[in-house]
């Protein structure tokens, strides 16, 4: 026995205590202790991944009012503070040592400072509860993906998520070998009100010690600040990945049926709220993932995992014709926690769910009636924007069978999306891995939405949709997705997708949510070298025949050709206008930018220019055809 087990004896049941005693790491013994000492907890409970185990967590978090039950069998409902509804840039900081800075682009702080505000605000933290302990496996179990993560929390509704998000870990450390590196997150809700919510929002900071790979959050619920193996441990497991010579990305994972019965397995990374979940849980194919995928060079080729196996997903406008099957487990028995909806007699509602919501209720301002507002007087919405759900990925139909398969999948595709009502088309492939990293992954650009506090509608640059979590420079990053695909025997081909895009005219979407069902159908069968293509100055974009006839045969749509021309039509100026803004941002902000990035911009630059001499501003595709 070491001293730190020892000191924690006294916090603990036996049985927690052999729980704890039978995992052979010091150092998970030494973070607890440490964590018990500043929290100032008043036991410890060890969750060893039984079914008692899970049982109890869910039954406290009910207990303790974190989670309050609904009518349908296994449903709990979950608020967060009307000021902690979406990840909070501002309050998230790298600590870093003297003398190092990241990428301008990062919020950072001292190091020594960081660590001493944050554990100041921890101290004591804990008084009067439990703190629970979370061993997680982060991708499928025994396997060359496996990383192992930590964490200790105040929060039964962040453990009982952690149920449903992740694979136990538990059996994982008690076998792992113990010099094995550890992802570990210490969290606190802080004070709470009569309600379970977290009051103290002015003092809430999540701060990441990549030195120490560890993660302090502290007067924060909102599953994005709270659960640590979303996207707290994410941005360290960047940094191992950076170290290790794979990529630890934003993605969503799918397998595409394409004809013959074969499936295909596609990547995709989207910013939040950009249509990352809503593409991976297509009607008819199936799903990995919705959030964080990790993809590494095996044998050759790429081949990634679901990080999680559940889904914190956005409930905004999930209604039974565009998102059936997840509507149906959102209103079926089984375990299931919203968040931030409103509830009236046990029954959840929220916003675009296609049907009359109620004029009053329970929702995260506390009491709710129509016509309330907020402090600044604003109206507050009957639920939140960024309310969501939290299940498992077993639970969904289309699950896919190989969620678990310590291979992971073979990726044949890599798409980056954004949110982008001006330049991009639909649908294009790039010309080459690098051309794809650079002109769709490096330059993905995203309006910000609700998913993150602040202002929305603002054009920012989001690279590989993992702006918000990169823990490396940002060139660094962009050499390492260089390098991947490089050394792969066959890389996955890459594509930019938009769901954005507007009419420049009358402002309106130029597609349904429905359509990138059909530029999905349209990426396998260019995996597979069977559908054509136009080379234009951005990409290889769709020839309508080919999408017309997969409009017919996945949606039932007759696709008229205008409809084709107006939304791949080249619009140089705005591609123009992007490549400025994307040059700008790196040569302000990155001062580690491959040259590569500003080669490959200045080329679709001049395709743009060139394009521009010959047919104009505005070129519809049929031009290109030569
Ligand atoms: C996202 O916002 O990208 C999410 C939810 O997936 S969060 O857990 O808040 O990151
Ligand atoms: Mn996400």
Request: with cysteine; glycine share 8%; charged share 25%.
């Amino acid at each position: 026995m070491n001293g730190y087990l020892e000191a924690l004896q006294a916090k603990m049941s036996d049985a927690d205590f052999q729980k704890l005693a039978a995992i052979p790491h010091t150092k998970v013994h030494e973070f607890i202790a440490k964590a018990s000492d500043l929290c100032n907890c008043a036991k410890i409970f060890i969750c060893n991944d039984s079914a008692e185990d899970i049982a109890y967590i869910r039954q406290k978090a009910i207990e303790t009012g974190e989670e309050k039950v609904l009518a349908m069998p296994g449903h709990t409902v979950h608020f967060d503070g009307i000021h902690d509804q979406g990840r909070d840039r501002e309050a998230t900081k790298y600590l870093v040592p003297k003398g190092v800075t990241l990428s301008k682009a990062l919020n950072q702080i001292d190091r020594q400072e960081g660590l001493a505000e944050v554990k100041s605000l921890l101290r004591d933290s804990m008084t009067g509860r439990t703190m629970i302990v979370r061993f997680i496996s982060l991708g499928p179990p025994n396997s060359v993906f496996t990383v192992l993560g930590l964490q200790c929390t105040d929060s039964w509704y962040v453990a009982h998520s952690e149920s449903l998000l992740y694979r136990p870990g538990y059996e994982v450390f008690r076998n792992a070998d113990p010099s094995q590196e550890i992802l570990r997150v210490l969290h606190s809700a802080g004070k709470l009100n009569e309600n379970m919510v977290s009051v103290e929002h002015e003092k809430k900071r999540i701060y990441i010690d990549h030195m120490d790979n560890t993660i302090y959050s502290v007067n924060t619920q909102y599953a994005g600040n709270s659960v640590g193996f979303k996207k707290l441990a994410f941005r360290l497991a960047i940094r191992k990945a950076d170290r290790e010579g794979w990529l630890a990305e934003h993605m969503m994972i799918m397998g595409v049926h394409g004809p013959g019965g074969r499936k295909t397995y596609f990547s995709g990374a989207f910013p939040s709220a950009c249509g990352k979940t809503s593409t991976a849980m297509l009607p008819g194919e199936t799903i990995v993932g919705d959030d964080i995928a990790y993809l590494r060079d095996i044998g050759g080729v790429a081949r990634a995992v679901n990080v999680e196996c559940g889904i914190f997903g956005i409930i905004q406008n999930i209604n039974p014709t565009d998102d059936a099957l997840i509507y149906k487990v959102l209103t079926s028995p089984g375990e299931v926690i919203f968040s931030n909806v409103l509830v009236k007699d046990g029954k959840p509602y929220w916003l675009g769910m296609g049907c009359e919501l109620p004029k009053d209720g329970v929702n995260f301002s506390g009491e709710w009636y129509e016509g309330k507002k907020d402090e600044q007087g604003n109206p507050i919405p009957p639920a939140h924007k960024n309310a969501r759900y939290t299940v498992s990925l077993r639970a969904l139909e289309n699950c896919d069978p190989e969620l678990d398969n310590p291979m992971g999948v073979e990726l044949g595709g890599i798409m980056y999306g954004g949110r982008d009502s001006k330049a991009y088309v639909p649908v294009q492939q790039s010309f080459s891995w690098e051309h794809g990293i650079i002109a769709y992954g490096a330059s993905l650009e995203t309006e910000t939405t609700y998913a993150i506090l602040g202002q929305e509608g603002v054009p920012e640059i989001n690279m590989m949709s993992i702006q918000d979590f990169i823990s490396i420079p940002l060139g660094q990053n962009i050499r390492n997705n260089l390098e991947f695909g490089r050394k792969l025997k066959k890389a996955p081909i890459i594509f930019g997708v938009n769901y954005f895009l507007r009419d420049k005219d009358n402002g309106k979407f130029l597609n349904t949510p429905s359509d990138k069902h059909v530029w999905v159908k349209w990426m396998e069968l260019r995996v597979h070298g069977e559908a054509g293509a136009i080379r234009a100055p951005t990409g290889l974009i769709p020839k309508y025949d080919d999408l017309r006839r997969l409009f017919k045969k996945v949606l039932n749509k007759d696709y008229a050709e205008e409809d084709y021309v107006k939304q791949f039509t080249i619009r140089v100026p705005e591609n123009l206008a992007k490549i400025e803004r994307v040059q700008r941002f790196y040569q302000e902000n990155v001062s580690d930018t491959p040259s590569e990035l500003f080669e490959i911009l200045d080329q679709q630059r001049q395709r743009l220019v060139e394009a521009r001499k010959r047919f104009g501003d505005y070129i519809p595709p049929e031009s290109f055809e030569w």
